[in-house]
């Protein structure tokens, strides 16, 4: 079989905005795990454009109830994924089964994003709601482990597991159909790939996209069976990493207006100390105690230590160190800070080779051979990092589109 020009399906997760949602009064600036009302981000839906020879669905371990879509939809089964009675015999069959795979059927035009929110309706997972997380340190190839916020003013609690309803997780399968036969038939070990994901500022209210920055933020979690699994950051086109460690200003107004985060250290009442948050560890001989400056006279002025890049404007990881606390002034010096991982789209897009067919070592998925019915299948997690510098609290009201594209070779 010769492959000529690429074949694309489109996933649009459109309207992708920022809850404006408030419990109460709070005032500073409240950073991605501050406050549970705070920093969230609404969308309205994923849909799916398909193509005459990419056939794409979900996989699902329970029954999906597809209200207005039903009918675009092929409920796939197999064999191996019966439910017998007791007695094993195959003639009493029950109606439910391990596993469905949900496809679009051939022809129906693509996949409403209602198809998609009915998945992630039935299965719990965020459907319009996505609540800043953090993998913390992470290698390309690793498993991936989404943690919440820890407890504002308590740095040293450990980070509890995501609940799924902050974030996204879609089981995608895909077939690829001949193009040898009018009949329905498929072809196995085909790759397909992601070929584009755009995160974009979108405008608000009043037609602007100015100083909207929280689509950076953005993470794609790709799992795969034929490779390493990997977090792709859409904005950006190199490899990077999220240092996920930082002396932080979360707590507003309640304790020190603008300056990072402190409280009194239980063994000498006579001064006080800023925290550390997040994934670290101490320099060999540092610790807090003697990592830790004498206390400034006055306040200090917008401090940049966490390396943003940006030491005018106030935000989450850059502020002030208060008076009469004793603070961090070169965190280089103390921990050794753990990192997030991510590629970039300039390592993950398929590149053409001289042949014209398109090549990558990070293809999502391949599709099977006859014995797997000629899946190809892979889950992606969609999230928020919130120790990326674009979660800040200036971000909350802001919208952004984010936009995929899945390209197989075309199959003769």
Not at 225 to 232: E, K, T, V
Request: hydrophobic letters at 30%; aromatic letters at 12%; proline letters at 4%.
């Amino acid at each position: 079989m010769k492959k000529i020009s690429p074949l694309k399906t489109a996933i649009t997760i459109l309207g992708l905005s920022t809850a404006f949602s408030l419990i109460g009064s709070i005032s500073g600036t409240i950073a991605w795990y501050a406050y549970s009302t705070r920093a969230l981000v609404s969308y309205t839906g994923t849909s799916v454009q398909s193509t005459t020879q990419l056939q794409i669905g979900i996989k699902s371990d329970i029954p999906i109830d597809f209200t207005s879509s039903a009918t675009l939809i092929d409920d796939v089964t197999f064999e191996e994924d019966l439910y017998y009675d007791e007695d094993n015999d195959p003639g009493h069959v029950h109606k439910l089964y391990h596993n469905h795979y949900y496809f679009m059927k051939v022809g129906s035009g693509g996949m409403p994003a209602a198809i998609i929110n009915d998945y992630l309706s039935a299965k719990g997972y965020a459907t319009n709601i996505l609540e800043p997380l953090s993998s913390y340190g992470y290698n390309t190839g690793e498993d991936i482990n989404l943690r919440n916020r820890p407890v504002t003013n308590k740095p040293n609690d450990e980070a509890t597991p995501a609940e799924i309803t902050k974030y996204v997780d879609i089981p995608f399968i895909f077939r690829v159909l001949s193009g040898k036969t009018t009949s329905l038939s498929y072809v196995s070990n085909q790759d397909i790939f992601l070929s584009n994901a755009t995160a974009i500022a979108a405008p608000n209210l009043e037609g602007s996209t100015a100083g909207n920055e929280i689509h950076n933020s953005i993470r794609l979690y790709i799992e795969r069976s034929n490779g390493d699994n990997y977090i792709l950051n859409p904005s950006s086109t190199a490899n990077g990493r999220d240092k996920c460690a930082g002396v932080l200003n979360l707590t507003g107004g309640s304790n020190g207006y603008g300056c990072y985060d402190y409280d009194n250290d239980p063994s000498s009442p006579t001064y006080m100390q800023e925290y550390l948050y997040g994934d670290y560890v101490w320099k060999e001989g540092k610790n807090r105690d003697n990592s830790l400056s004498e206390p400034l006279g006055q306040t200090s002025g917008l401090v940049d230590i966490n390396g943003t890049g940006n030491s005018t404007v106030e935000t989450t990881f850059t502020s002030r160190h208060h008076k009469d606390v004793k603070y961090f002034s070169d965190l280089d010096s103390c921990i050794n800070p753990r990192y997030a991982e991510y590629l970039g789209t300039q390592t993950v897009y398929p590149q053409k080779n001289a042949q014209g067919e398109l090549e990558s070592n990070y293809a999502v998925c391949k599709t099977g051979n006859a014995a797997n019915h000629y899946f190809g299948l892979f889950n992606m997690i969609i999230y928020l990092e919130g120790w990326d510098f674009s979660v800040v609290d200036s971000q909350l009201q802001n919208k952004f589109y984010l936009g995929l594209t899945f390209e197989i070779n075309i199959v003769r």
